[in-house]
Nanobody
Framework: QVQLVESGGGLVQPGGSLRLSCVASGFTFSSYAMRWYRQAPGKERELVAGITSADGSADYVDSVKDRFTISRDNAKKTVALQMNSLKPEDTAVYYC??????????WGRGTQVTVSS
C-alpha cells in the first residue's frame, strides 16, 4: 500500500523555521521525483519545491528561493523541506508528492503550517 506521511508542521512566528518531513512506503522511492506543494485557504495548490530522482537537483518557486531547502534520503525513503525566514504568506497546508512519468502521482494528506505572531 502506497503511503506518504508528512510531519513537522505547526505554528511559528514570522522569521522562524520549520522542518517538514515525508516518509514514503509502498513504491520505489528512488525512481520518483519528490515535490512539496502547498495550498492556502481560498487559493489553488502551488508547487513549492521539487527534487529529481536522477541526480537530486532541486528547484523552487521564486517566492521561497533562498529560504527553503528540499532534500531527500533514498535509503530512508524520506524527503524533507527546511523552511527558514518564514512569512505569514507561507501559511498553508503542505503536501508531499511523488511523481514519475507515465505513473500515477502519490500524495500525502498534508501538514498545516501557520506563520503568525
Amino acid at each position: 500500500q502506497v503511503q506518504l506521511v508528512e510531519s513537522g508542521g505547526g505554528l511559528v512566528q514570522p522569521g522562524g523555521s520549520l522542518r517538514l518531513s515525508c516518509v514514503a512506503s509502498g513504491f520505489t522511492f528512488s525512481s520518483y521525483a519528490m515535490r512539496w506543494y502547498r495550498q492556502a485557504p481560498g487559493k489553488e495548490r502551488e508547487l513549492v519545491a521539487g527534487i529529481t530522482s536522477a541526480d537530486g537537483s532541486a528547484d523552487y518557486v521564486d517566492s521561497v528561493k533562498d529560504r527553503f531547502t528540499i532534500s531527500r534520503d533514498n535509503a530512508k525513503k524520506t524527503v524533507a523541506l527546511q523552511m527558514n525566514s518564514l512569512k505569514p504568506e507561507d501559511t498553508a497546508v503542505y503536501y508531499c508528492n511523488a511523481h514519475r512519468s507515465s505513473f500515477r502521482d502519490h500524495w500525502g494528506r498534508g501538514t498545516q503550517v501557520t506563520v503568525s505572531s
